[in-house]
């Protein structure tokens, strides 16, 4: 496992920009695939995005793809989503996630990750 530290949330108003940052601990970042997730009050957690080991490939829900990007700095031990377009409905508690490989699980659902930060608060104003 890994340990994990995001940074970087707070208010901004409808259709602003926020940059999340995740900081892990340990030699071994670039050995997992990372994952954001966010969870609304009264709300399951929802997957948001996911990178692969080498930043070259990512992926999104529906619900943010064309407003944000995930990416990496494997020198850096960083995982980052740039949020742009905010909405209202982004409002969440937004959590990195490192999922170890080999893993066969649904890359999408939280049992796909070993490895949880504390989360950052987003908050969007209408």
């Known amino acids: 496992q890994v340990q994990l530290v995001e940074s970087g949330g707070g208010l901004v108003q409808a259709g602003g920009s926020l940059r999340l940052s995740c900081a892990a601990s340990?030699?071994?970042?670039?050995?997992?695939?990372m994952g954001w997730f966010r969870q609304a009050p009264g709300k399951e957690r929802e997957f948001v995005a996911r990178?692969?080991?080498?930043?070259?490939?990512?992926y999104y829900s529906d619900s943010v793809k064309g407003r944000f990007t995930i990416s990496r700095d494997n020198a850096k031990n960083t995982v980052y989503l740039q949020m742009n377009s905010l909405k209202p409905e982004d409002t969440a508690v937004y959590y990195c996630?490192?999922?170890?490989?080999?893993?066969?699980?649904?890359?999408?659902?939280?049992?796909?990750?070993?490895?949880w930060g504390q989360g950052t608060q987003v908050t969007v104003s209408s």
């Open positions: 340990g030699r071994t970042f670039s050995s997992y695939a």
């Open positions: 996630a490192a999922a170890p490989f080999p893993n066969s699980a649904d890359p999408r659902a939280p049992s796909a990750y070993d490895s």
């Open positions: 990178i692969s080991r080498s930043g070259g490939i990512g």
